[in-house]
Structures are given as structure tokens and as C-alpha cells.
């Protein structure tokens, strides 16, 4: 992708509809960082094997106000039918919670 392709996008497009990755407001709140596999989708629309790391942004206050997360092309060493995408909450986030709820590329 070219960057200007990517602006305002959802950053569900890097992932397969099945995998699309839910998680709570209560659960992000007590993540100290996390670490997975999983896999992503390139823009011709091929399946490569990943290593996603997520950590939290807080506020002065202390409060989760977002979570940023790398993804690390691990197809050199792992293929997709090698990943673990069970070990994933598929809890959906309640964005009235106060979690943003715009997940856009910026």
C-alpha cells in the first residue's frame, strides 16, 4: 500500500473478516502489552503470517485512551497454517464505554 491509500482507512482491512479480533474496554484497561500471531491480508489480497504487537496509550490521568499495534511480517518462518488465532477474545469493545471508536489509520 502507499501510504495516501491507507489515511482514514479501517485497520480491518489488514485482517480476513473471520479473524476480525473483538476485545473489551475492561480487558484493554488491565493490558500491560500484548503479543500474538495471527495472520493479515496484503492488498492483492494473499495471506501472510503475522506477529501483532499491541500496547496501550493513556492519558495524564492514567486512563486507556487507545492501543497501538505493530504487525511484523513473521512468513519467512511461519505459515498461515501454523498461526494460533484461537488464543483471541472475540468480545466486541462497547465504545459507549468511552474507548474511541474510530480504529482508522492515521
Do not use: C
Not at 3 to 20: A, W
Request: proline fraction near 3%; hydrophobic fraction near 35%; glycine fraction near 4%.
Amino acid at each position: 500500500y502507499e501510504v495516501k491509500e491507507l489515511i482514514g482507512k479501517d485497520v480491518r482491512i489488514f485482517s480476513p473478516p473471520d479473524l476480525h479480533k473483538y476485545t473489551t474496554k475492561s480487558e484493554i484497561t488491565k493490558w500491560k502489552g500484548k503479543v500474538r500471531e495471527s495472520i493479515n491480508v496484503r492488498k492483492d489480497g494473499s495471506l501472510f503470517a503475522v506477529r501483532l504487537i499491541t500496547d496501550v496509550v493513556k492519558n495524564m490521568r492514567g486512563e486507556t485512551i487507545a492501543f497501538v499495534t505493530i504487525s511484523e511480517d513473521i512468513s519467512d518462518r511461519v505459515t498461515i497454517h501454523e498461526v494460533d488465532t484461537e488464543n483471541v477474545s472475540k468480545e466486541k469493545i462497547n465504545f459507549e464505554e468511552g474507548v474511541n471508536p474510530q480504529e482508522k489509520i492515521v
